[in-house]
């Protein structure tokens, strides 16, 4: 399971808005202070990301919680996104330049953009479908640290 630890900054009802960072494997790199890389990203890599979850571990606000993703689930969603597309568009080129077999450069280019065109809609549809089985959310692991109340003690100078 991938996790990340993020800060609950809101609640509402039986979810809770948690705030995470986005890292890149530069910023643990042991270089990152000298390497060109690291250093712009260091400049322009920080996204922040507000993500609302359902609370079954009771977080409050200003908790630190840990975030977690099924590894599996993200591979097929990383297979999808990027390789449905690039197979319909191969697809499309392919069937079109068979059926076709006169088919100007023109037409292979409007083949392949409509194959594309699919290969996006499927990912959508993959997304919806995924989406309103609850499967693609991310779920709350465990309270890492809670900060602690602190109320003032008033002392009398007798």
Known sequence: MFTEVGQVIAEEGDMVWVQTQSKTGCSSCKVSSTC????????????????????????????????????????????????????????????????????????????????????FLGVAWFSRRKSARQELQPVLLKIVKRPIAVTQVVTSAD
């Open 36 to 119: 060109g890389s690291g250093i712009v990203n260091k400049a322009f890599s920080h996204k922040v990301f507000v993500t609302p979850l359902k609370n079954t571990i009771n977080a409050h606000i200003n908790d630190e919680v840990e975030v977690g993703i099924p590894e599996d689930l993200v591979l097929k969603a990383s297979l999808v996104v990027y390789l449905l597309p690039l197979i319909c568009l191969i697809l499309a080129l392919t069937i079109s330049s068979y059926a076709l077999p006169n088919l100007t450069e023109l037409g292979s280019i409007m083949s392949a953009t409509i194959g594309l065109i699919v290969g």
